[in-house]
């Protein structure tokens, strides 16, 4: 099977992390974040996967090609505009085309959810598109009825006015940013900008309920780390669950990851809380740090006092967004 990550975005929300890497590069656990969702792939033995790229595109490319080249085939969509998530689509085209269903994951998201039990309603159902649903009800906007079909997407202003009616016999989902869709949806996807929950719009007006359907996800967690809390919360559940493999028997009341062998801890170092610590990261002594994410190559001098923090070579930036002078 094949899929296409979707990879081109500004990562605007988690400014000014993404004024360093882009979104996809963004290390969670001390791997960037890409890595998470092609090692998802690959489980299910995905061998041919598609990349969009936009904003730093080099870094992205680069990265693709050092760490996976070597082991799948995965092809490259460069965008001189932003094509939203319809047009990254229609530039795979001629990649997509054939009998099998393909995969789309955003590639800001990490989780564990099963896809061989989605793939097999979508056979079952012969639907175009089957988006993973999860239920979230800060953002819950997909309105699926009771055999799973999608009805309608919403926004908070539509909740009690003209689909009133439809939202009392549904049910309201978010959607994760992982679907399946069968090749013949290409040909409702115009040329150009274009983005999928408009695509799945129309056909929902076209063919009425049936043809876009929805199932809840199977799986421990999903999240999206689209915002400075939201990124630091990540690392937070990950690493206070048996999902994550957690180090640093030393530090009995804390959470500590370290991303590899090349790691300098003092004794006298106080971690609390969560801390993930990336490759090639010194942390000297009479250091505090709590709730906080190291990018590899980072080095804490001594007398650092932080919390809920992230920290690289070039910058330290607090929850507030303020920065700290390294």
């Not at 819950?140 to 202003?157: E, P, T």
């Not at 695509?199 to 929805?214: A, E, M």
């Amino acid at each position: 099977m094949k899929a296409v990550i979707l990879a081109a975005g500004f990562g605007k929300r988690l400014r000014p992390l993404t004024e360093y890497l882009p979104k996809v590069l963004i290390p969670i656990l001390g791997v960037p974040a890409i890595d998470h969702v092609l090692n998802h792939l690959f489980q299910y033995d995905i061998q041919d996967v598609g990349v969009n790229v936009h904003y730093r595109s080099e870094q992205i490319i680069s990265s693709l090609h050092s760490r996976h080249r070597k082991h799948r085939n995965i092809r490259i969509s460069q965008e001189e505009e932003i094509l939203g998530t319809g047009g990254a689509l229609y530039n795979f085209r001629e990649f997509l085309q054939g009998k099998e269903p393909f995969w789309v994951h955003n590639g800001d998201i990490i989780c564990d959810l099963d896809l061989i039990s989605a793939l097999s309603i979508h056979q079952k159902k012969g639907a175009l598109a089957t988006l993973i649903l999860w239920d979230y009800p800060p953002i819950n906007s997909v309105l699926m009825d009771q055999s799973g079909d999608v009805i309608d997407f919403l926004s908070k202003r539509h909740l009690h006015s003209e689909v009133k009616d439809k939202y009392e016999k549904g049910r309201l989902m978010t959607y994760t940013g992982i679907a399946i869709l069968d090749p013949k949806i290409l040909d409702y996807i115009p040329k150009g900008c274009s983005e999928m929950p408009e695509v799945y719009q129309n056909i929902i007006k076209i063919h009425g309920p049936g043809k876009i359907c929805g199932v809840k996800g199977r799986g421990l967690y999903w999240a999206d780390f689209g915002t400075f809390a939201k990124y630091l919360d990540l690392h937070q559940y990950l690493l206070s669950n048996k999902s994550a493999n957690c180090s640093g028997s030393a530090f009995p009341e804390s959470f500590i990851h370290k991303a590899g062998e090349s790691i300098v801890i003092a004794k006298s170092a106080n971690l609390n809380g969560f801390v993930s610590i990336g490759n090639d990261c010194v942390i000297e002594g009479d250091v505090f740090l709590k709730d906080c994410i190291l990018w590899p190559g980072t080095k804490v001098r001594s007398g650092t006092k932080l919390q809920r923090s992230v920290l690289s070579k070039d910058f330290i930036f607090q929850e507030n967004d303020k920065k700290i002078k390294q």
